[in-house]
Nanobody
Framework: QVQLVESGGGLVQAGGSLRLSCAAS????????MAWFRQAPGKEREFVAAISWSTYIIYYADSVKGRFTISRDNAKNTVYLQMNSLKPEDTAVYYC????????????????WGQGTQVTVSS
C-alpha cells in the first residue's frame, strides 16, 4: 500500500522559513504527480502546490506564489515544499498527496494522503 509521511513542520515567526518533506513508499514515485494541500481550523482543505512526474508542470495557489517552492527528488522518493516569508495565514496542517493519473489541484483527485504536519506561524 502507498505510504506518505510528512515531516518538517513546526512553529516559526512571521517572515521565517520552513522546509517540508514527504517521503513516499509503495508506489512508482517517478510516475506520480505529487501535491501539497493544507487545512486550517474551520476551513476546507485547500490546494497549495503540485508537481508532475516529469517536473515539467508545476502549479501554485495564488496565495503562495513567489513564497513557496515545490520540488521532488525521484531518486529519494521525496517531495519538498520550501516555504519562505511565512505569514500567520499560512498556519495549517499540511498534507502530502499522490496522484498516479495526472497533476491536479482538486483534493478529490488524490487517493493517497499522508498524516499531515502542523505548521504554525506566529505574529
Amino acid at each position: 500500500q502507498v505510504q506518505l509521511v510528512e515531516s518538517g513542520g513546526g512553529l516559526v515567526q512571521a517572515g521565517g522559513s520552513l522546509r517540508l518533506s514527504c517521503a513516499a513508499s509503495g508506489l512508482t514515485f517517478s510516475r506520480y504527480a505529487m501535491a501539497w494541500f493544507r487545512q486550517a481550523p474551520g476551513k476546507e482543505r485547500e490546494f497549495v502546490a503540485a508537481i508532475s512526474w516529469s517536473t515539467y508542470i508545476i502549479y501554485y495557489a495564488d496565495s503562495v506564489k513567489g513564497r513557496f517552492t515545490i520540488s521532488r527528488d525521484n531518486a529519494k522518493n521525496t517531495v519538498y515544499l520550501q516555504m519562505n516569508s511565512l505569514k500567520p495565514e499560512d498556519t495549517a496542517v499540511y498534507y502530502c498527496a499522490a496522484n498516479r493519473l495526472r497533476i491536479a489541484v482538486e483534493h478529490q483527485q488524490y487517493d493517497n494522503w499522508g498524516q499531515g504536519t502542523q505548521v504554525t506561524v506566529s505574529s
